[in-house]
């Protein structure tokens, strides 16, 4: 089930001496997700202030006035791009986005937060969206890229930040849920999606904890894998509480013009942003 939607504000940071100057920093590494991106009526998607960044900072301010926010997100981003640069969303020649968060962690030691939001699109993209079909050997290569470079991500940012910043990582719902609505054979399109989400975020997981960084479930937060309470959709009759979620905290079951559009709505942002405030106001 969704969590509370009482945003508590963050825990005050571990003491900093008074040596240290500047202001309060968050910076946003990772994907669409991480810039807020909601298609408008026509279904292009565009970066919004409604995404969970801004949720995590007006928090976060509480405790640190001043805060100031980078975004480093790059829609279309890859654990690659985002390690070496040359997403196509990124100005040609422009640092990557590891290189960017080292420069202004450095740059800045009363950085307090560093939130990480990337490999979706090494995976999901081997999925088709509207049918379901898995491209197995994609899947392949995106795992084997995963492997290769969240590592590295994960160290550079740990050596980069201060040891008084907090370095969370996310994991993700599961977009493909939507195929439930398509009759006999979306319904198992969507339940054969579950396990490579679930490995997908195992993976992503399992790397963040080895390299030192706190892992939110954003997933958890949207109950992906519940499909024993139901809700009513309307349109649909009842359905599972991990299909009612991803169509009314995304825009993935949604008709055209938009469509199958995996990125959250404003509700589904907060939940995410809850997901990062779970890990912040437990103890550390």
Not at 74 to 81: H, I, L, M, P, R
Not at 107 to 133: F, R, S, W, Y
Not at 171 to 197: N, T
């Amino acid at each position: 089930m969704l969590g509370s939607d009482a945003l508590a504000p963050a825990p005050a940071q571990p003491h900093v001496t008074a040596a240290i100057t500047g202001p309060p920093l968050y910076i946003s590494l990772g994907d669409s997700l991480a810039a807020g991106w909601q298609p408008d009526r026509d279904g292009h998607d565009r970066a919004t202030a409604q995404g969970y960044v801004d949720v995590v900072a007006r928090s976060l301010a509480r405790s640190h006035p001043g805060l100031q926010i980078q975004r480093m997100s790059c829609g279309g981003a890859t654990s690659g791009t985002l390690l070496n640069g040359g997403a196509g969303c990124e100005p040609r020649g422009e640092h990557s986005q590891v290189e960017r968060a080292e420069e202004a962690l450095r740059a800045n030691p009363a950085a307090v937060l560093v939130t990480l939001n990337i490999g979706d699109n090494d995976i999901e993209m081997c999925v088709d969206g509207n049918t379901g079909t898995v491209d197995p050997a994609c899947v392949k290569r995106g795992e084997a890229a995963l492997d290769r470079t969240l590592p590295q991500i994960a160290a550079r940012l740990r050596a980069a930040a201060p040891p008084s910043a907090r370095i969370i990582g996310l994991v993700d719902y599961d977009q493909f849920l939507s195929l439930w609505l398509d009759g006999a054979r979306g319904r198992a399109a969507a339940k054969r999606s579950l396990g490579i989400i679930r490995t997908l975020n195992q993976t992503i997981a399992r790397i963040y904890q080895q390299a030192g960084i706190e892992v939110a479930d954003a997933g958890g937060r949207f109950a992906t894998e519940d499909f024993t309470h139901t809700r009513w959709l309307r349109g649909y009759g009842r359905v599972p509480l991990a299909v009612y979620n991803i169509c009314t905290l995304t825009w993935a079951c949604s008709a055209e013009p938009i469509g199958h559009d995996d990125h959250a709505r404003p509700g589904g942002y907060r939940q995410i942003a809850l997901a990062i405030l779970d890990v912040l106001n437990a103890k550390h």
